[in-house]
């Protein structure tokens, strides 16, 4: 397993072979053995792969192909409604409509996908995550017949490689890894955690392709800019609210 963690690779490329039910069977099981708020399992999984239905899903993931060509689409979300409509059927009144019970669902959620891609990428199928899933999340549920307090926060794309990407280059483990206490960082601790990054003869070739001066304009300027992140967030909140998530009284 440990192996199977360092060696990720997010696969963009998808033969045509089909992945057995069996295998299928249980790499979802492997999901359903995640980590869980309360063991309440407040998530769901939409398994796809219907041609037509993959299709429209490709039309609201800004057309990557992944999507069409992987043979499963896995959509992982964020659920109290299953939940609720147990408490109500045992003469119990749930107060989940809210924030922090989406935050909740959407934890669970993420905890599921990632025992699923371990699982799935333990037999040989390679996996990528789509961040459209919240930029298009009202689209999605349109097309999934996600009903209310049910909210996609994550997909999966699964299937067999057609590629063998190398991997991908990260940050010192002392970046992310604060021991007893948060210690914040200097700009003399931020040249350091990002010089080999910034040296890579890929990130390079992206500063020269992008025409930028450097790679955290490209994060600033190409890939995430402040009009698409309002756009998008405002978006995300507005489902959210009309999935009855934001109660505050």
Same mark, same amino acid.
């Given at each position: 397993?440990?192996?199977?963690?360092?060696?990720?690779?997010?696969?963009?490329?998808y033969?045509? !072979?089909?992945?057995?039910?069996?295998?299928?069977?249980?790499?979802?099981?492997?999901?359903?053995?995640?980590?869980?708020?309360?063991?309440m399992?407040?998530?769901?999984?939409?398994?796809?792969?219907?041609?037509?239905?993959?299709?429209?899903?490709?039309?609201?993931?800004?057309?990557?192909?992944?999507?069409?060509?992987?043979?499963?689409?896995?959509?992982?979300?964020?659920?109290?409604?299953?939940?609720? !409509?147990?408490?109500?059927?045992?003469?119990?009144?749930?107060?989940?409509?809210?924030?922090?019970?989406?935050?909740?669902?959407?934890?669970?959620?993420?905890?599921?996908?990632?025992?699923?891609?371990?699982?799935?990428?333990?037999?040989?199928?390679?996996?990528?995550?789509?961040?459209?899933?919240?930029?298009?999340?009202?689209?999605?549920?349109?097309?999934?017949?996600?009903?209310?307090?049910?909210?996609?926060?994550?997909?999966?794309?699964?299937?067999?490689?057609?590629?063998?990407?190398?991997?991908?280059?990260?940050?010192?483990v002392?970046?992310?890894?604060?021991?007893?206490?948060?210690?914040?960082?200097? !700009?003399?601790?931020?040249?350091?955690?990002?010089?080999?990054?910034?040296?890579?003869?890929?990130?390079?070739?992206?500063?020269?392709?992008?025409?930028?001066?450097?790679?955290?304009?490209i994060?600033?300027?190409?890939?995430?800019?402040?009009k698409?992140?309002l756009?998008?967030?405002?978006?995300?909140?507005?489902?959210?609210? !009309?999935?009855?998530?934001?109660?505050?009284?």
């Amino acid at each position: 397993m440990i192996q199977t963690i360092l060696n990720h690779r997010s696969i963009r490329k998808y033969s045509k !072979k089909n992945i057995d039910k069996q295998i299928l069977d249980e790499i979802l099981l492997a999901g359903t053995r995640a980590s869980t708020t309360g063991n309440m399992q407040i998530y769901s999984v939409i398994v796809s792969t219907e041609k037509e239905l993959k299709n429209r899903l490709w039309e609201v993931h800004f057309k990557q192909d992944m999507v069409n060509q992987a043979p499963v689409v896995l959509t992982f979300c964020a659920d109290m409604n299953r939940f609720n !409509k147990w408490c109500k059927a045992r003469n119990t009144e749930p107060a989940y409509d809210n924030f922090l019970w989406f935050y909740n669902a959407s934890i669970d959620a993420i905890l599921a996908a990632q025992n699923v891609a371990l699982a799935a990428e333990s037999h040989g199928l390679g996996i990528c995550y789509l961040g459209t899933t919240t930029y298009m999340a009202d689209k999605i549920a349109d097309i999934l017949n996600l009903p209310e307090q049910v909210v996609p926060v994550t997909t999966l794309v699964v299937g067999y490689p057609d590629e063998s990407p190398e991997l991908t280059d990260r940050l010192p483990v002392e970046a992310v890894v604060h021991y007893e206490k948060y210690q914040d960082y200097d !700009k003399e601790k931020i040249e350091q955690l990002y010089k080999e990054k910034e040296n890579l003869p890929s990130t390079k070739e992206l500063i020269k392709v992008n025409g930028t001066e450097n790679l955290a304009q490209i994060f600033t300027q190409k890939r995430y800019v402040k009009k698409d992140n309002l756009h998008f967030s405002k978006s995300f909140l507005e489902f959210i609210k !009309k999935q009855n998530f934001m109660n505050n009284d």
